[in-house]
């Protein structure tokens, strides 16, 4: 076999290939995770705690009825936008079964800085493989290890 100029050594092409598969891989692992964020439920929930706010002078919902009435008011056309059925269903998640975290009241808003640089709003109570969801006001979610979940949510059990 030529060597292209001495570019690649003798077996170079089964490594390259070796360090190419490798790096689809994780590539495809980390598109999986993407995707999960986007289906879950807490996006939306997220986006819909952010409208909250903003039509409600900057002020977090004070507690799940007062939210829940106002995802409700939005009508059935703003939940089937959203795949659910029912406001009910955007509360639970779909990887652990269980219902979310959400910050309610005004003290919600005012940890430190998540996804995309606003603190959050809702979470993952157990999530999966030792990470969890979060997920800001501005509708970002990010799946985060246990560390990091400590120092966005540093009141959390």
Known sequence: MQHLGGWLPRHGWSSLG???FCAFLVGCSSHQANLEQEQSNLKPLATLYGRFIGQHRGQ????ETQFKQFINSGGKDLLS??????ADE??????DGKPYVVLYGPEAAKGPPGPAGSPVVAYEQEGVGGKRFVASSMGAVEEVDEARFKQLVPGAP
């Open 60 to 63: 977090p919902p004070a507690n």
């Open 90 to 95: 955007l509360f639970v998640s779909s990887r």
């Open 81 to 86: 936008s959203f795949n659910v059925s029912s």
């Open 18 to 20: 070796l360090v190419t």
